[in-house]
């Protein structure tokens, strides 16, 4: 059998015999070249280096045979994250969710301090606290209603079983956002906001002597720093009053046990639509008490006066705009804590009311005397300590358990 070279050809600049030169013989163990007459040097050197042609290439042309292969290799197979990879394809979001989080937490403070400060300016001219709460919460039926028309989110499927789970959750949510904001209408936000820092204490004692969960002395023992800091704040609060000081320890209770009924009423439903469902049914036990108590004054005085003072363009859109902050952030803040770990979340808790204290001062001008102002730092350090002690517990079960 024969085989033949190839001839009459160049490569990069090296002239090849033009006729067939060359005849591979059978059977052997290297190859051999036979050529009748004189044997040239190109020949020569392929005996050499048994017949390989790549030792005549240079190494530029090695390189760019080298950068062919990779190319072709590439295109054969995508590479990861490449937009021919359809199943690998990786967006924006997920390259980057350290940023993605810190836009949540970005968007969960913003929108609190604009709550807070539009807020407390409509009670000032409108101190009805009770209808307040029910726009609050009926802007917010009203976007979750939009978002489930149009799809984001998805509304999920309800039965009366989960209702039932979620009605005890709903009248805390209610209450303790009314309470909040009688307290907001009657005493300073940064006071209000002081006093709610002793939320971690009412959810230490109900865990103790209502669930009969053991509490370490440790978590106890950090708490210390919150009564004391809040008692001092309360003391020389200039805006004090008992109205305010009742109605914010009220709505600490309050929320303590909307967090004991959400452990039981734990459901496969996403964040966003429980919180929906929440709203919705909080809307309802908010409506009552609202008529009742501030119907007659309302439509007596209070929508008239109101509109004397600011006009009923300003009046009608500050509470929409407010009822729009009130539902966002506190979605955000469920939204926020679905992306980081329980420790993370408690200490962007902690500088979210460090936030609003202290803007809440700058926008109103609120007079504080010295020993408020070190209460109320006192009072913020406990929660910081008590946020990161309870969340180093929690994940140290976490971790037991899927150990």
């Known amino acids: 059998m024969e085989s033949r070279l190839i001839s009459g050809a160049t490569i990069h600049g090296i002239r090849l015999p033009p006729k067939p030169v060359a005849r591979l013989s059978v059977g052997s163990k290297f190859p051999s070249l036979v050529r009748n007459g004189k044997v040239s040097f190109v020949e020569n050197l392929a005996l050499r280096y048994r017949l390989r042609p790549e030792v005549l290439i240079d190494a530029s042309m090695q390189k760019r045979r080298t950068i062919l292969l990779t190319y072709f290799a590439a295109s054969s197979s995508p590479a990861e994250g490449s937009s021919d990879s359809v199943g690998e394809k990786v967006g924006f979001l997920e390259k980057y969710p350290a940023l993605v989080t810190g836009f949540f937490f970005f968007m969960w403070y913003f929108l609190n301090v604009i709550f807070n400060i539009i807020n407390k300016k409509i009670f000032n001219y409108f101190p009805y606290p009770y209808f307040v709460s029910v726009i609050h919460l009926l802007v917010g039926v009203v976007y979750c209603l939009l978002s489930w028309v149009v799809g984001l989110p998805k509304r999920a499927p309800v039965d009366s079983g989960i209702l039932k789970l979620l009605v005890p959750v709903a009248i805390c949510h209610a209450i303790g956002h009314v309470t909040s904001n009688v307290s907001f209408a009657t005493v300073a936000v940064s006071f209000t906001h002081t006093i709610k820092a002793l939320e971690p204490f009412f959810n230490a004692a109900a865990s103790q002597f209502i669930l009969g969960q053991q509490i370490p002395l440790t978590l106890w023992m950090s708490l210390a720093p919150v009564v004391i800091g809040v008692s001092m704040a309360s003391l020389t609060e200039l805006s004090f009053n008992w109205t305010g000081f009742n109605s914010a320890m009220i709505a600490n209770i309050s929320f303590t046990y909307r967090s004991i009924y959400s452990k039981k009423a734990m459901t496969n439903m996403d964040s966003t639509n429980l919180?929906?469902?929440?709203?919705?049914?909080?809307?309802?036990?908010?409506?009552?008490?609202?008529?009742?108590?501030?119907?007659?004054?309302?439509?007596?005085?209070?929508?008239?006066?109101?509109?004397?003072?600011?006009?009923?363009?300003?009046?009608?859109?500050?509470?929409?705009?407010?009822?729009?902050?009130?539902?966002?952030?506190?979605?955000?803040a469920t939204n926020t804590l679905e992306r980081v770990a329980p420790l993370t979340h408690a200490v962007g808790n902690v500088l979210k009311r460090v936030f609003v204290i202290g803007f809440s001062i700058i926008i109103f001008g609120n007079k504080i005397s010295l020993q408020t102002g070190i209460g109320t730092c006192i009072a913020i350090a406990g929660v910081a300590i008590y946020s990161f002690i309870k969340a180093k517990i929690e994940e140290e079960k976490r971790q037991l358990k899927s150990a």
């Open 275 to 332: 919180y929906a469902y929440i709203t919705i049914i909080a809307l309802f036990f908010c409506i009552p008490p609202a008529i009742i108590l501030e119907g007659p004054a309302l439509l007596k005085h209070g929508f008239t006066d109101a509109i004397s003072k600011v006009g009923i363009t300003k009046f009608v859109t500050d509470l929409l705009w407010v009822g729009l902050f009130y539902h966002l952030y506190n979605q955000l």
